[in-house]
């Protein structure tokens, strides 16, 4: 389905500035209970990480990481060993960074750029597209068919940015079609031709928590009194949805000089009076700020009560100067320390909590939709029943 983004915008856009002159939010039908457990027991996890991690497109990287031919990126996520390459021809390709004779770990670099791998047990050698080149001492070794023993190869998408892969080697998932009208949407800002600021890695809660804190502002005032509430206002909020991906948008305290602005034409306001956070179910938010653009990778593990973040920085011009390149590293550490000090170090302690087995539920309030609409779609992935009803925001 193709949405007119300004359209989507304008209209959010005036919503929101409605919800601050009236004092509301955008809300549900109601609240909605769901079980600690589903953040703890080690069972629950397991299926999200099935039905949701290792059978959807998930986000494995971004493009400007890898931006030249010969570049490459190993990364780990639920124990598979990643390779992402860059090929001659532009293009990505996401293979398992294990040596297909013995299984030996190809390279234990995290990033380069090369054309061949070598394995350090035998020296099997391995083209970037994953081509078995050349076995070490073939004669001795017996013959191999070719393209028998090449490295597996995950399915990909590589857009607006961003690369996808489904981590099933066997998958039929249309990618381009899960992703769908937000891809539509985060592709418009051509964020592949970006410069790369960098990344940082972090490392918090259970996923769920995790990505619980990115659906809503509510917690503004309580947990970020001096970095995020200054700037924007505390619960209030207004969704949109494709799919199981998530528009939410937030209003700064400026928001209410956009009054005067044709309602049509508030889509040319973003980051000046109000921000959208685009989440890509299940690993992905987008934070779009005129300073700088932060990706947030989520990664779940290596159990149900961990998660490591790797947060990439973007930025849509390059720099002019020493100042500008220091501004922008600059503001990417004061984004990685919200984040970690004052998100995921409060998530650790909450679920403490829910470790206890003390509290049955936690509860989510009218104001807290997107948090309601994305706990659905994680019981209906993990529920595994795809005749059922999609959930509806």
């Known amino acids: 389905m193709t949405v007119d983004t300004k359209i989507q915008y304008s209209r959010m856009a005036g919503r929101l500035i409605d919800h601050v002159a009236n004092g509301t939010t955008d809300w549900a039908e109601g609240t909605m209970e769901v079980p600690s457990t589903e953040y703890t027991d080690a069972e629950q ?70 054309k061949l791998f070598s394995c350090p047990y035998h020296g099997w050698t391995f083209k970037s597209d994953g081509a078995l080149r050349a076995i070490a001492d073939a004669p001795k070794f017996g013959d191999v068919c070719e393209g028998a023993r090449d490295l597996v190869q995950f399915p990909c998408h590589e857009e607006g940015g961003l690369i996808f892969a489904v981590l099933d080697a066997e998958s039929d998932v249309d990618i381009r079609a899960y992703l769908g009208a937000m891809m539509d949407d985060v592709a418009k800002k ?65 928001v209410l000089e956009l009054g005067d602005v044709d309602r049509d034409e508030l889509w040319q306001h973003e980051t000046k009076g109000f921000d959208f956070i685009r989440l890509f179910f299940p690993n992905v938010s987008i934070f779009i700020a005129e300073e700088i653009t932060q990706v947030a990778q989520m990664i779940p593990g290596p159990g149900p009560m961990e998660n490591t973040t790797i947060l990439h920085f973007l930025h849509p011009t390059q720099p002019e100067n020493d100042e500008d390149v220091a501004a922008r590293i600059e503001m990417a550490d004061w984004l990685r320390n919200v984040v970690q000090e004052e998100d995921y170090n409060v998530g650790l302690k909450l679920q403490q909590g829910l470790e206890t087995g003390l509290m049955r539920s936690v509860l989510f309030g009218r104001n807290e939709r997107g948090n309601q609409y994305f706990h ?4 209906w992935y993990s529920d595994g029943d795809t005749s059922a009803p999609q959930p509806e925001l």
Request: charged share 20%.
């Open 45 to 114: 996890w397991q299926r999200e990480m099935d039905c949701i991690f290792k059978s959807l497109p998930i986000l494995v990287g971004v493009t400007q990481d890898i931006p030249n031919p010969g570049d490459f990126r190993s990364l780990e996520i639920l124990g598979i060993p990643l390779l992402i390459t860059r090929q001659a021809d532009g293009s990505a390709k996401v293979l398992m960074n294990v040596c297909t004779h013995r299984g030996m770990q190809l390279t234990s670099e995290p990033c380069g750029n090369q």
């Open 190 to 254: 051509g964020m592949d031709q970006w410069t790369y600021v960098g990344h940082r890695i972090i490392h918090g809660p259970n996923w769920k928590v995790a990505y619980d804190g990115y659906l809503e502002g509510y917690h503004f005032k309580a947990a970020h009194p001096e970095t995020i509430e200054p700037r924007t206002f505390t619960n209030v909020m207004e969704y949109d949805a494709h799919g199981p991906h998530q528009l939410v948008g937030f209003a700064a305290k400026n």
């Open 376 to 379: 659905r779609w994680v019981k």
